[in-house]
């Protein structure tokens, strides 16, 4: 349907095209004829009587054609314009030959241009018809001549019997053998142009196809030329690497792509490959692509056709499912060691203990024995943390107001030493409510907060603070070292830690309980010069 009315909409720009030519032609050639008939007539000094209705005819003529070409941009429809064209040109020759002699007007062959106009804008049956209006003027005008009705301009003269009907019979298998010949010749002109407007509209449409198709493509399309600049990029490419076409047109593929380097030989293609691409000085993203060789329609080389995907987002949920994997088996690992664990451990506690109530304990044993009973509370409080860790307590979530959680943590930094020095602030306003575990959030807060104060080594500043932007998260952050970039990604992996009595368990902790509540923790460096942990929640939570 969409084809066929694009066919027609060029179809009516056709009619209109051949119409307008048509009209111009026509005018053209009434000037040149008429004129110089004028212009003759008035040397000559014959027939001068002539020469005014001739000029008529002209001025006529003229405001007809200006009259029919203002109508014609007006027309949907052209069919029935072009038929009075013809109907108009049949009259107006006529006119031509009762004013120039009749039948020994030089003008009769008029009809002949007429008949292959008619065939040109009209079709083959119309153009019959005309051919046959034509023999019915002429044949008209002959008879008016023939028993001597047109003697008015003193122009004429009697026909004689026998070549009456002669040149009836000549114009008029003139005309007729003129409209077969000159509608077969148009009928074979217009569907040859048929045909090439329909492949014209098929590679029209197949190409608007191929743009539409590359321009919603989700993956990022580019054609380096052999010489190893960017020809296309397509709309995804722009999105993934945020640049333009207008700005990468043209340029070297390793200005922009480094990763690409080397791709301009056929002899170079990549089936698939990865590499970083620096979209702005602080993001980087990770590119996958593959390359193939561009041919043309004869096998010539156009280059190399490139597509890339981003896969930053994808490498993160698998470095999260591989982490999610470890923790499984972390938890797989403490639910068959704790208890065995922790039973000869309490025993080993609970003899030292009764060992040091003994009456003939030495001094020097004694404190051999209080080193033992302390690291046995400390593997037990090892334990303790490992086994909540691996196996965390089912969630209670309720309705809280985030701001109240974050006032009563702040409340239990005033009470412990290690933050005498350190300035805490409040740098929230709004309330926030959200259906979470409230305990678990309060030690997960906590614990935050202490790797921060330790981190400060009890001096600086600790910041809490509120988002509610499009997602709702919770922020801590300090004035401390921050994280270095090389070890950020493993910062929540168990028993990973950069203390040196630390356990590695507390931000793995931390990422466990976020992930149980359906949302997950960043990390980045924050405004105060420290780490920025945001603990995001799923928008379903608020």
């Not at 030959?97 to 040109?120: K, M, N, P, R």
């Not at 203990?353 to 033992?372: C, F, N």
């Not at 593997?379 to 196996?391: R, W």
Request: glycine fraction near 8%; include cysteine; charge should be negative.
């Amino acid at each position: 349907m969409a084809k066929w009315k694009s066919l027609t909409k060029q179809q009516l720009k056709t009619d209109n095209r051949s119409l307008t030519w048509y009209l111009t032609c026509r005018t053209a050639v009434i000037t040149i004829l008429l004129g110089g008939a004028a212009i003759f007539y008035l040397k000559g000094g014959s027939h001068r009587s002539v020469i005014t209705p001739l000029f008529y005819l002209i001025g006529i003529s003229y405001a007809e054609a200006l009259a029919s070409a203002l109508l014609l941009r007006t027309l949907s429809k052209t069919a029935l314009f072009a038929q009075v064209q013809i109907v108009w040109d049949l009259v107006f020759v006529s006119a031509l030959i009762v004013l120039t002699g009749g039948v020994e007007s030089v003008y009769s062959f008029a009809y002949l241009l007429v008949i292959v106009s008619a065939s040109f804008i009209l079709s083959s049956r119309l153009t019959i018809f005309a051919a046959a209006s034509a023999v019915i003027m002429f044949g008209g005008i002959l008879d008016l001549q023939f028993f001597n009705y047109l003697n008015f301009f003193n122009l004429y003269r009697s026909i004689p019997n026998g070549t009456f009907f002669s040149t009836l019979f000549v114009h008029a298998v003139a005309f007729f053998l003129t409209a077969i010949l000159s509608g077969t010749l148009a009928d074979r002109w217009r569907y040859s142009e048929e045909q090439l407007q329909r492949k014209s509209i098929d590679f029209a449409e197949l190409e608007m196809m191929n743009r539409t198709i590359l321009s919603h493509i989700s993956s990022g399309l580019m054609l380096i030329n052999p010489k190893g600049r960017i020809r296309s990029f397509n709309r995804a490419a722009t999105a993934i690497t945020g640049m333009s076409l207008q700005y990468v047109y043209d340029q070297e593929v390793t200005t922009i792509f480094p990763l690409m380097a080397g791709l301009t030989s056929s002899t170079n293609l990549l089936s698939r490959s990865e590499g970083y691409f620096v979209r702005q000085p602080d993001e980087k993203l990770i590119l996958g692509y593959a390359t193939t060789a561009a041919k043309g329609s004869q096998g010539e080389n156009l280059g190399v056709l490139v597509t890339f995907q981003d896969l930053t987002q994808l490498k993160k949920i698998e470095e999260d499912l591989k982490r999610t994997d470890r923790l499984a088996a972390v938890g797989r690992l403490a639910a068959g060691m704790a208890h065995e664990i922790r039973n000869p451990l309490a025993s080993i506690s609970g003899s030292v203990q009764l060992l040091m109530e003994g009456e003939h304990a030495q001094p020097e044993d004694l404190h051999l024995m209080e080193i033992v009973v302390k690291e046995a509370d400390r593997l037990n409080c090892l334990l303790t943390d490992f086994l909540g860790f691996a196996s965390p307590r089912k969630l209670v979530k309720e309705k809280v107001n985030v701001a109240s959680i974050l006032d009563q943590i702040i409340a239990l930094l005033g009470t412990d030493h290690r933050f005498n020095n350190i300035e805490v602030l409040q740098q929230y306003q709004d309330e926030l409510i959200l259906e979470l575990d409230r305990n678990q959030i309060l030690q997960i807060l906590w614990d935050l907060a202490i790797n921060a104060a330790e981190a400060m080594q009890g001096s600086g500043t600790l910041i809490f603070s509120i988002e509610n932007l499009g997602h709702c998260a919770i922020i801590v952050e300090d004035s401390g070292p921050g994280i270095a970039d090389d070890i950020r990604g493993q910062i929540f992996e168990p028993f990973f830690s950069t203390k040196e009595k630390g356990t590695g368990l507390g931000l793995a902790t931390v990422y466990s309980v976020l992930e149980s509540h359906g949302g997950t923790v960043a990390v980045s460096n924050g405004a105060a010069g420290g780490a920025r942990f945001s603990l995001l929640f799923a928008e379903g939570d608020s």
